[in-house]
């Protein structure tokens, strides 16, 4: 039997559809956008999600790392949903179109779950 799944719905969504998808508050204001994700290589599970924030086309964007459980799905906008003030993401810790953040420093990724107040995916502080 073939299942046509896009026709029923269901909870799982491609990559290449995430990105690009549009950050909002809950209000509806929008943020961003997600740049692209960050999978851990082996439980397979989204780690993080680049956040494209601020700029104008294109120049001075920020990327900001967002831990994957800051994030909730809101239907209503088709949109990711943070609840989080400009100014809170401006402080952020983040890194330019030009450069990467540092994936293989530990430290900056427990500072980043720090900043946002949430446990990190490989568990434990």
């Known amino acids: 039997m073939v299942i046509d ?4 719905p269901h909870n799982l969504i491609a990559s290449d559809r995430v990105e690009g998808t549009a950050v909002r508050r809950p209000n509806g204001d929008k943020i961003g956008h997600i740049e692209r ?3 851990d ?3 397979g599970k989204v780690s993080y999600a680049i956040l494209s924030f601020g700029g104008f086309l294109g120049m001075g964007t920020s990327l900001l790392p967002l831990p994957w459980a800051r994030l909730t799905y809101n239907r209503a906008f088709e949109a990711y949903q943070l609840d989080i003030a400009d100014e809170e993401l401006k402080r952020a810790p983040s890194f330019g179109a030009d450069k990467d953040f540092d994936w293989g420093d530990r430290s900056q990724e427990e500072a980043l779950h ?3 107040d949430v446990p990190p ?4 502080f």
Do not use: A, P
Request: no cysteine; aromatic share 24%; charged share 20%.
């Open 5 to 8: 799944t896009m026709t029923k």
């Open 37 to 39: 994700l960050m999978i």
């Open 41 to 43: 290589k082996l439980s």
């Open 114 to 116: 720090r900043y946002y």
């Open 121 to 124: 995916y490989w568990g434990g």
